[in-house]
């Protein structure tokens, strides 16, 4: 037996787009979506913020593919770690340990928030905070989780359940103990409260469910796929002073915006939080390979000294994983990715700035570091948005099909455009994106009355 790398197919071996797609269609189930409506791009190569399709297409990735890839595509130094691990031990069960693990823990310490310092590592994002919730009613010893309508938190039985977005109505069966609350954004049409209106009704919600009762409240600090919502300063310190009132678990739910995705390591410290847990994924490794982990402070790990921590899966601490994490954050540091996502958040939100100012069809725009949404209108006096919530309409399928055939890859998601490109993106490939967003935009244009 030989351990060489198996070369690639020949070229004549090689399936064609349409080969790609057609068994892809024929052989597997796509996410989200009715299978009739599959149309996926048949993807070859990426590098850097672009990828090529089989056909020879190529794309500027400005949604960083599910929000996750911040390091951008095929980064060599990612990629030789992940194959040094494969060929020092490709996998140990959880109940041992690794180099890697080790020092991705001791990693980690360092930059999470305040005094966490202790971290359980899952395959995933939903499995992070299945266990957050799981450790918060272990330690608290409650049952009852707060979480909020525009979230957004995995694709579990339990995730969806807690999950506050349409994605949770075909799913909602047999979990009990979820009670939703409203956001300090209620819509475009509606807009903000004040941070003080969002936390008296929290306080409000709290007081009438029973505090003694409440285990967790778990937040994305900013709302990820609901529209990126950047909560007005005061709310996330709020939110932490009712949560120590009552004794009740901050969980961050940093599976999107950790890992300098709104231009800090977390987006947490924009407002100088500490939560009790933060869980992440997603930029932990750029998704080049799946890992996600729970951190928690010190008050929360010491439950567990004496106490059985009740949960695992097979490929928990993968050493893989753990080894394309350490080079991820490498990467950050080395390229000064962090700084770099502050830097382009501010051009990001020029172009915002300057589409909302020349089109009639932008209603709102939001962004924090590369994490933006711009949100489209059918009327400026009433704001109806251009899609009714969890719908679609023509007009935004219009534009997301110009986006398509002109080469940028991004989320359009009701009335909402996503601008989510990798931390390393350029001014000038910024610019490129967003002059293709410009010309779709004139398309939603002629629809506004």
């Not at 911040?70 to 030789?80: M, Q, S």
């Not at 609901?226 to 310190?237: I, T």
């Not at 010190?298 to 080894?323: E, K």
Request: with cysteine; aromatic share 6%.
């Amino acid at each position: 037996m030989t351990t060489d790398a198996v070369d690639d197919p020949p070229a004549h071996a090689r399936l064609s787009a349409a080969e790609v797609i057609d068994l892809s269609k024929r052989h597997t189930i796509f996410d989200w979506m009715a299978q009739s409506a599959a149309d996926p791009l048949p993807i070859a190569s990426a590098s850097g913020v672009w990828f090529t399709t089989v056909d020879g297409r190529r794309f500027l990735d400005f949604s960083s593919q599910l929000m996750s890839v911040n390091a951008g595509h095929g980064d060599r130094r990612i990629v030789e770690a992940i194959v040094r691990q494969l060929r020092e031990v490709a996998y140990v069960n959880p109940m041992h340990t690794t180099e890697a693990r080790a020092r991705l823990g001791q990693r980690l310490a360092a930059l999470l928030p305040g005094d966490i310092e202790k971290v359980f590592f899952t395959l995933g994002g939903a499995e992070a905070n299945e266990n957050a919730i799981r450790i918060a009613r272990a330690v608290t010893g409650r049952t009852k989780v707060l979480a909020r309508y525009r979230s957004y938190h995995g694709a579990t039985s339990g995730m969806m359940a807690v999950t506050g977005e349409p994605r949770r109505w075909p799913n909602e069966h047999g979990v009990p103990g979820v009670v939703h609350v409203l956001d300090p954004y209620h819509g475009i049409e509606r807009g903000w409260d004040s941070a003080e209106a969002a936390l008296a009704l929290l306080d409000e919600t709290i007081q009438l469910e029973g505090p003694q009762s409440i285990a967790a409240f778990i937040v994305e600090p900013v709302t990820g796929t609901n529209g990126v919502l950047v909560p007005p300063d005061g709310y996330l310190q709020g939110v932490r002073r009712l949560c120590d009132r009552h004794g009740i678990l901050l969980i961050a739910d940093e599976v999107m915006t950790g890992f300098g995705r709104t231009g800090a390591w977390f987006a947490v410290d924009h407002w100088g939080v500490v939560p009790d847990l933060i869980t992440m994924a997603k930029g932990l490794t750029s998704s080049y390979v799946p890992l996600g982990a729970v951190g928690m402070r010190p008050n929360v790990a010491a439950h567990f000294d004496r106490q059985v921590f009740a949960g695992g899966l097979t490929y928990n601490s993968h050493p893989v994983g753990c080894a394309a994490a350490l080079a991820t954050i490498a990467v950050y540091e080395e390229d000064g990715l962090i700084a770099n996502a502050r830097r382009m958040g501010e051009a990001l939100r020029r172009h915002h700035l300057r589409l909302a100012e020349r089109h009639p069809s932008v209603g709102a725009v939001r962004s924090i570091g590369l994490f933006g949404a711009i949100e489209l209108i059918r009327d400026r006096a009433t704001r109806e948005p251009m899609a009714p919530f969890n719908g679609a309409s023509p007009v935004m399928n219009e534009v997301a099909r110009y986006l398509r055939e002109h080469g940028l890859f991004t989320l359009v998601r009701w009335n909402t455009v996503m601008t989510n490109p990798p931390l390393c993106i350029t001014e000038d490939e910024l610019d490129h994106g967003f002059a293709i967003v410009d010309a779709a935009l004139a398309l939603a244009d002629r629809a506004v009355a």
